[in-house]
Structures are given as C-alpha cells and as structure tokens.
C-alpha cells in the first residue's frame, strides 16, 4: 500500500503527541461543551428569549408554537444572532448578566468539564481558551482539587500578570467575559474585538502550541475569534478540530483549510475528551491502540480518578442507551429470515463489549454500582408475552449471553453478592400477572438453530445456545481478558445451585444448566476450591445463598443429582455431564 492511501486514526498522533505531559497542545473550547451538562446554546437562549419577547409583544398567555415562532422570527428578526435578541430585551450588560445567570442557574459540571479538569490534573493541558460564560469548568477544577492552580482571564488582566511563558499552572482564557464579573461580550460590536492583552495572549499561545477545537462551531459573528484563529500561523503543531457528527460552518471549514486542519468527527464533547484521555494513557503504556484498549484505559481512568458518583451513574447510563438504541434500530431494519438473523446477532453481540469491560470495571472497583448496570436487561429483552423467534429471538440470545457474561464477570472477582443481585432482575408478565425473575424468562432463541453454515441437527438444541456463546468469547478481540469459559461454567452452573435453593415459579423449577456438557472432566475450578477451602465456602454460602458453608454444600449436592437424572436424557450425547460436580 503506498503512503497516499494509508489511513489512521487521526486522534492517534495526537494522543501520542501529548502523552510526555509537555502540554504542547492548548484545548479551545465552545458551547458543545457546555451543551452537555444542560447549558443552553445560543440557539436555545435565542428561542427562549424570541418566545419571550413575542409573548409581550402579542400578549399571548401560551408559550408560541414553533410554526408562530419561525414566523415571527423571519418577519421582525430575520438574520438576527441570538445575542440581538437578547440585546433586544436586556439592553444593558448587567441585565443581560443577570438574565443568562438565571439561565444557567442550578447546573453542575458535566462529564466534559470533569474530562478536561483531568487533563489538566495530569498536566496535559495548561491552556484553555473558551468563549463560554458559564463558570461550571471553574467548578469542576475545584472539585478536582486543583483550587488556586489555575487562573481566569476575561478582560485585560494579562496586561497586569506575569508573561503567559512563565506560567505554572492553567490558565483559562474567557474571550466573552464570565458570568461571575466584568463585561459580557454578547453582540455583534462586543464581539467584534478584545481587550488587547487578551488578544495578545491568545494569538502568542495558538501560534507556539497545537490547538484542539472542541464545541466550537465558529458563527460568521465572532469576528475576533475568527480573525485569530485565521491568523494562526502552521509552526509544526497541527490544528485539531472536533466536529459534531463532521459538520462544520463555513468559517470553520475555511480556517481549517487555510490550516491544513484534522477534522475529528465525535458524537459528544464529552466522550471525544474521554477516548482522548484513554489513549494517552495507552500512548504512555506503549500499549496497542485498538478500540477495546481505550475503552479499557477509559473506564479504568474513570474508576481510578475522584470521580462524582453522577458522572460514574451517567457513564452507566449512557452506555446502556447506546445498546438499546443500537438494537432497536439494527433490528428495525433486520430481516426477518432465520439465517440472515445470526450476523445482525453477532454484530450487536460485539457492540456490547464496551457495556461489558465498563461492568468488569464496576465489579472490581464500585460493586455498589453493579445494580445500574443490570438495568439493561428489561429494556433489552423482548416483552414476556412475545414469540420466542425471529427477530425476538436476537434479543432472547442477547439477554442470555449478557447474563452468563456478567454472572462470569462477577465470579472472577469474587464477587458472589452480585452474582446473586444479578439472579434477582425481574420484570413484569402480564399473562402471569406478576413479576417473574429473570432465570424464569424463555430465552431460548429459535433463529439460532438456522445459524449459517451449521447443521441444525449438529448438536442437542438444549445445548447449542451454551455452545455459540463459548465460540463466541473464543473469538479474537473479545473484551475480557481473563478465563471466560471457565467462568462461564462456573456461572451457569452456580445459576442451577441457586434454583435448586430458591426454586423457580415457571413451569420448570431449576435453572437448565448447559454447561455439564461442556465441562469435560469434573468440576470446575470454583467448585473444587469450595470443597477444599471453608473460608471460600462460607462466604460464598452466605453472599450467594444467604446460608452457610454446610448449606451450600447440600445445595450443590442436590444439584448434582438433579444433572444426573432430571436433566439426564437432555446430556446423552456428552459423558461430561456425568462428570460434572462428581466431587460433591
């Protein structure tokens, strides 16, 4: 392949070239970022404040419908920038301070300001430029610890500091004044100029550094910051502009240009700045930059850093959301064949490995956290009273392969407290008319049997589910790095032990282990170090069971003898059943 054809991720040089902690790249940020933590953008405060202003103006009592708001808009304020119209109703700096401060009221830093405030922590970013009023990054610093290590410039305070060349710890640039004090550059004149040393500052900084531009969508009325940015000259530190979904303003696309720019398309400012911080961390490891290493190096970060609970339980969240998203429109445009059905599955079976390396990080580090993580299982699942096939039937095998999965997860870290949270997910059964638990949903998926290339008779249809799913965390690049069989065995077999304890309300009262067939010669290894060590034993007794060492014993007995003869004609194809739990 000759160089003019070869691609590579562009954030890759750019995490590699900021992982000494030289800080030689400054980080320009806009609304995007404050976007997610709920500040409204100009084009919300232009909304809300037009919708104002047409109330007084028509006196109607009822907030204007988007249609009356459009046109209004285009009939008394065509062309007009948000900071006009707020101009229009709060003509002085002080009312419109006040006016944007009620605005913001009430709002914490987002996950994008904690991002940034690690950054800088790390000593990877020294200088922020940012045309936000809002002080939620302040916030975040010193929520970070880092009180009193950065210094705010809104106005012409660098005229009366020390050269920015001298400068130890962070500082931030606020090119239209702060919320807390000063002036607010808000119109077309405000913005059309800054104070001088300002503006000195900022040009000596993005002349001598990289810059990465975050948020920032560079309207035809920021005159100044358009001028400065288009006045950058190339010195040997390339200019990064992180675009929305790779859209880009004119003035934005002419910048880079002149600039010789990298576009880096992200979905969020928040999770650009979280896979950056990832593969610095891979960067200064020397470690291979895939895409399953900087999820790792992200959650990890995550876990390690001082980080809010809301910002863990948002990560959570926004993860599960993106399953659920990804699922329901993969399948919406699915086929409805059975052998069409087994690569769509697969292809959402991968995308569940960043949920999975996230719960692995949950276990080992915030156990308290484990119930949000099983969150995922009812929205994920088809409705109890569906079919179990076809495109339903993805969703059963998902389920089924997530449960096992983090039953596994769980198990490796010894955490036996959530393995069994995990066996109490219920959802509702209308048909029943109650709650049924999730070892009781009908997750055997009939498309499975159609899978390409394989006979549908290769195998006990009991047991192919178990099977495909070993093959499938047998492939290359699976997220979990530790002995998943083994683990996967384990669990479902600890899934039986507690069924045999707690038996089930459905029309079968045990958990139907597909594991013993997969077993090979005896039990495995959890199961012989709880016959051998009675600390293991009872603490497994009491966290999973609710019980003791000598319950659990029974209990794994009797599970044992319901493998030999209630399931016994289901294993006839595999002597390793027999085998299974032979120590109890």
């Known amino acids: 392949m000759c160089p003019a054809e070869f691609r590579i991720n562009p954030i890759i040089p750019l995490a590699y070239n900021m992982a ?48 009356e708001l459009r046109k209004y808009y285009e009939k008394h304020f065509a062309n007009s920038s948000y900071s006009d ?28 300001h904690r991002a940034i405030a690690r950054l800088v922590k790390k000593r990877i970013v020294r200088f922020i430029i940012t045309t936000n009023f809002d002080s939620l990054l302040e916030r975040a610093l010193d929520d970070a610890g880092l009180n009193g290590f950065y210094t705010v410039f809104s106005e012409d305070e660098p005229r009366f500091s020390k050269p920015w060349t001298q400068e130890t710890g962070c500082r931030i640039y606020k090119t239209h004044g702060t919320i807390e004090k000063g002036k607010i550059r808000n119109t077309r004149k405000d913005l059309a100029a800054l104070p001088r040393s300002l503006a000195r500052d900022i040009a000596d900084i993005i002349e001598r550094h990289g810059l990465i531009v975050l948020g920032y969508a560079a309207n035809e009325y920021d005159r100044a910051i358009a001028a400065l940015l288009q006045k950058r000259r190339f010195t040997g530190y390339s200019l990064y502009w992180a675009a929305y979904k790779g859209e ?70 926004a993860e599960r959301d993106k399953i659920i998203r990804r699922v329901n429109s993969r399948l919406d445009s699915a086929p409805a ?105 009908d997750l055997q998926p009939e498309f499975i049997h159609s899978r390409p290339g394989r006979d549908p008779d290769e195998a006990k249809p009991i047991t192919v589910i178990f099977q495909y799913l070993l093959e499938l965390v ?42 013993p067939v997969y077993c090979g010669n005896g039990s495995p290894e959890l199961f012989k170090r709880i016959k051998f060590d009675p600390e293991l034993a009872e603490t497994v007794g009491r966290d999973f069971l609710g019980s003791d060492a000598a319950d659990l014993l029974r209990t794994l007995s009797r599970a044992k003898t319901i493998i030999q003869t209630d399931f016994a004609n289901w294993y006839q194809r595999s002597r390793s059943a027999e085998q299974t739990l032979s120590e109890f």
């Open 20 to 67: 000494d902690g030289s800080a030689r790249y400054a980080l320009f940020i806009g609304a995007g970022v404050s976007k997610d933590a709920g500040i409204p953008s100009g084009t919300d405060i232009l909304l809300k404040t037009l919708a104002l202003i047409y109330q007084m103006e028509t006196g109607a009592k009822a907030a204007p419908s988007g249609a």
């Open 248 to 317: 880009l303003t004119k003035k934005a696309q002419e910048i880079i240009r002149r600039q010789d720019g990298i576009v880096l398309e992200t979905d969020s400012a928040s999770e650009f700045l979280d896979e950056l911080a990832a593969r610095i961390e891979i960067a200064r490891a020397h470690s291979e930059q895939s895409r399953s290493a900087v999820y790792q190096a992200r959650f990890k970060n995550l876990f390690l850093s001082p980080a809010p609970d809301i910002e863990i339980l948002y990560t959570i969240d």
């Open 474 to 515: 047998s492939a290359p690049g699976f997220a979990l790095e530790f002995d998943i069989k083994t683990r996967l065995l384990e669990a479902d077999l600890m899934f039986l032990a507690h069924s045999v304890k707690f038996p089930l309300k459905a029309s079968a009262a045990f958990w139907f282990a597909r594991s």
């Open 337 to 441: 064949s059975y052998p069409e059905l087994w690569p769509v599955f697969t292809e959402l079976f991968g995308f569940c490995s960043n949920y999975l390396m996230l719960t692995e990080q949950i276990a080992r580090y915030r156990p308290a956290d484990f119930k949000h993580i099983l969150r995922i299982f009812e929205p994920l699942s088809r409705s109890a009273n569906d079919p179990g096939f076809g495109k339903t039937g993805v969703r059963q095998y998902l389920c089924f392969c997530l449960m096992e999965i983090i039953g596994a997860i769980a198990i490796e870290h010894g955490k036996f407290a959530l393995l069994a949270e995990l066996l109490r997910v219920k959802r509702l059964n209308f048909t029943r008319d109650g709650l049924e638990n999730i070892m009781e949903w």
């Open 85 to 112: 119209i707020v101009s229009a109703l709060m003509p002085s700096n002080e009312e419109q301070r006040d006016y944007l401060k009620n605005l913001f009221a009430d709002n914490a830093p987002g996950s994008a």
